[in-house]
């Protein structure tokens, strides 16, 4: 079942018969921050009830902790908040919570080395660790497709991975020549 037929199942579940429970609203909450639904995810958390909000060792506080660090982009935050609430012996999350936490945690660690290596074409291990929610020695693991930067060394600096080809990166000869071609054609067909 996709993730957005899961939401629009418990979307009518909530307007039935109002409010979720603690487990709902959680898997509720997971699925809005997985599809990048943050202002949903935020408008849940404050009609959810005082009662199911309340309380450090409920699952579904420990999971807007994490809501609320990827609303404010506090990154390391997030992966402290998300280890937190998977290793939480006080209010142990239910096995599919974990699973959809556990995957949140891997998208948002996918998508943050996206966009660093968008942004940038060095970047400092401590600062990639970091950003990525590992410990610096634990970059090589997590990232193995990011290499020592060029002219480098071993100062700690890491290269994003080459981008691959896509047909907007074709060449400009091939686009030129095709004009060409045309401007022929064309010339031909209004000469004749």
């Known amino acids: ?80 908040a998300a280890a937190d609430a998977a290793a939480s012996t006080a209010a142990p999350m239910p096995p599919d919570l974990a699973d959809l936490l556990a995957r949140l945690v891997t998208k948002t660690r996918r998508d943050r080395a996206a966009a660093l290596a968008a942004a940038y074409s060095c970047i400092g291990r401590a600062r990639l660790a970091k950003e990525v929610g590992v410990s610096p020695s634990g970059v090589a693991e997590a990232l193995p497709d990011w290499r020592v930067g060029p002219d480098q060394g071993d100062s700690g600096f890491l290269a994003p991975p080459e981008p691959a080809a896509t047909a907007a990166d074709a060449p400009l000869m091939d686009t030129f020549e095709a004009i060409q071609k045309l401007s022929a054609t064309i010339g031909f067909v209004e000469n004749h």
């Open 1 to 80: 079942e996709s993730e957005a037929s899961q939401i629009a199942a418990l979307e009518r579940q909530e307007l039935a018969s109002p409010p979720l429970d603690n487990q709902q609203a959680g898997r509720l909450l997971l699925l809005y921050l997985l599809s990048g639904d943050l202002c949903n995810a935020r408008l849940l958390w404050r009609r959810t009830p005082q009662a199911l909000r309340s309380g450090a060792s409920q699952p579904l506080a420990n999971i807007w902790r994490c809501g609320a660090a990827l609303f404010s982009r506090d990154y390391s935050t997030f992966y402290t």
